[in-house]
């Protein structure tokens, strides 16, 4: 599970307070009052004391309202919130017992600031006066000092983030390309996004017209019957002008992105894709000389805000998606005309929440890009509109492509790139996935059994991801696996929940296509329940971000629930 499942609940319940008040133009009045009411007291909930809770609420106050939860505001998106951060307890540098509390006492003669002193049992270091040297462990002749990291800088897929003197995560803007691991991997929520729900509501009970786009992962997250459709109807009863879906962005794109690989295939020339704003950090930042090598196409969310505002100037757009680093592109790129906000799923939820909105099932009769605008952020989803695209533009090229799906795949394609020794012609370049179909749901009670979602992966030999996901129909055609998807991937099922019927079900389609074992998504604040048999049964209340590849002929599923 997410290392902040608990926190979701937290966080939720600040950016719906902040969205009520602003709704009802009693922000600036009531903002105080907002850690009061969550945190009435006298018993604290989840820290020591009424008082750090409240600080804490504070400062997630702040962040609702697009500020940096501290006086010191660097402009970077992702922030850490140091009342919170103050609790983290995890020192670099532990004894394990391995410590033979030899004679020697190699660690205590290494240490230059006598952190380390002799034990009953074994040698202990305080991590106050611990500087994270490291000389200790390499002078243990046993290897009994091990070098921890904390959950967000391990993470951290750029090393962007250190400590400060007091032991509070600091996080480096230089280094930073806005992905976002860091916020769910760190257990006491100590970090956090600016959001821009207070300026889309201004937008909103403004003259101008708003528009909310969509993001193409939105479809199939929040239930099989929750069309976008459904959508359309939901934003406009929150206040939106309309929606636009904007897998319409992707095929407008993919025409342009097509023209560029077509020429750059010609010339010989390395070329990387462009729409996933933390790969563009990470170029930017990280690989400044592959800079040229990126493509200058615009994203689709760029592109369906440039189309809205070339109809009206004076139109203000919205995207909404799953993803963090679209505040970047919003905020750091400074596009002509792209969006002017971003929010994620919980931030517009609890906007439909300040409003008594909710969404309903509806038909799809709304649908406004192809398939392969709605797979433009799937791994793969750009190569296969780009290719699809100079196929039927009469300009197919043989290229190859490096689908790089997450921040470790796409660090190692650069640095191929730098050297030269990218073998393929291409890479498309996605530093964090929204993988699966999901049911969200407030509280795992209020979802009906038959409608709740298991979701498995089926390894099949290699162990990559596959560039498409599951839609509806394949959900009650399972036999379709065989006509779409080549075997040597790993394929996303989304399968009901019903009794012993998941596990059935899971257990032929393992069988039926080779797999040596399951691969279970980790989901934001699942309820998880262990069956009797072994396997993992899931029901999902939160968008789903990362995978955890499990192979179960060598780890036991309970390690699923640490």
């Known amino acids: 599970m997410y290392a902040d499942e608990n926190v979701i609940k937290i966080k939720h319940d600040v950016l719906y307070e902040v969205a009520k008040l602003a709704f009802a133009d009693e922000l600036e009045e009531k903002r105080d009052g907002i850690a009061q009411s969550l945190i009435p ?46 609790d983290c307890p995890i020192s670099s540098y532990v004894v394990t017992d391995n410590c033979q509390n030899c004679i020697g006492k190699a660690c205590i003669n290494a240490c230059n600031f006598g952190a380390i002193e002799m034990g009953r049992h074994r040698s202990h270091i305080d991590a106050s006066k611990c500087k994270e040297c490291g000389k200790c462990a390499q002078a243990c ?49 100590a970090i956090g996004s600016k959001t821009f729900i207070v300026d889309v509501i201004k937008a909103i009970k403004s003259e101008h017209p708003v528009y909310a786009l969509v993001a193409p992962a939105t479809e199939g997250q929040f239930g099989e019957h929750i069309t976008m459709n459904s959508w359309k109807k939901a934003m406009k009863a929150v206040g939106f002008t309309d929606l636009v879906e904007v897998g319409l962005g992707g095929d407008m794109t993919a025409a342009y992105e097509a023209e ?14 462009s729409c996933c704003p933390a790969f563009v950090n990470m170029v930017k930042k990280h690989y400044p000389e592959l800079i040229e090598n990126v493509s200058t196409t615009i994203s689709p969310m760029c592109a369906v805000s440039r189309m809205l505002k070339a109809k009206e ?5 919205v995207f909404i998606g799953p993803c963090i680093s679209k505040k970047s592109e919003v905020k750091d790129h400074a596009i002509e005309g792209n969006a002017d906000y971003a929010l994620t799923y919980s931030e517009i939820r609890a906007i439909m ?18 398939i392969y605008g709605k797979r433009f952020a799937n791994s793969g989803g750009v190569t296969e509109a780009v290719l699809q695209s100079l196929k039927e533009s009469d300009d197919e090229i043989a290229a190859t492509v490096n689908k790089c799906n997450g921040a470790a795949e796409c660090k190692k394609a650069l640095l191929l790139m730098k050297v030269g020794k990218l073998p393929e012609d291409f890479v498309e370049g996605m530093a964090l996935l929204v993988v699966g179909q999901v049911q969200l749901v407030d509280d795992v009670d209020d979802l009906p059994q038959q409608h709740a979602v298991l979701h498995v992966l089926v390894g099949v030999r290699e162990h990559r991801l596959h560039d498409g996901l599951f839609d509806g129909r394949l959900r009650r055609h399972p036999d379709a696996l065989n006509e779409r998807f080549p075997a040597g991937v790993l394929d996303v099922l989304a399968l009901e929940y019903g009794k012993e019927r998941v596990v059935d079900e ?3 389609l393992v069988a039926g296509h080779g797999a040596a074992g399951l691969v279970v998504v980790r989901p934001v604040g699942p309820a998880a329940h262990l069956r009797e048999d072994g396997h993992i049964a899931l029901v999902v209340k939160r968008p789903v971000l990362l995978l955890r590849v499990v192979d179960l002929q060598k780890q036991h599923p309970r390690d699923l629930l640490d």
């Open 41 to 86: 007291g006298p018993t604290p909930q989840f820290r020591c004391c009424i008082y750090k809770e409240r600080e804490i609420i504070r400062q997630r106050v702040r962040l609702a309202e697009g500020k940096a939860p501290g006086m010191h505001d660097d402009g970077n998106i992702v922030q850490v919130i140091s009342s919170a951060c103050e």
């Open 141 to 189: 002749p046993y290897h009994a000092i091990a070098a921890l990291k904390r959950p967000c800088k391990f993470s951290c897929p750029v090393d962007a983030i250190s400590y400060d003197e007091n032991g509070i995560s600091v996080i480096n803007e230089e280094k930073c390309i806005r992905c976002g691991l860091c916020i769910h991997r760190c257990p006491f929520g």
């Open 260 to 273: 560029e690989w077509a020429e750059a295939y010609k010339n010989g020339k390395k070329m990387t894709t």
């Open 313 to 317: 100037p004076d139109a203000v757009t």
């Open 353 to 370: 929440h300040a409003r008594n909105v909710e969404l309903e099932e509806d038909d799809n009769s709304y649908q406004e890009s192809s």
């Open 506 to 508: 899971a257990k032929q």
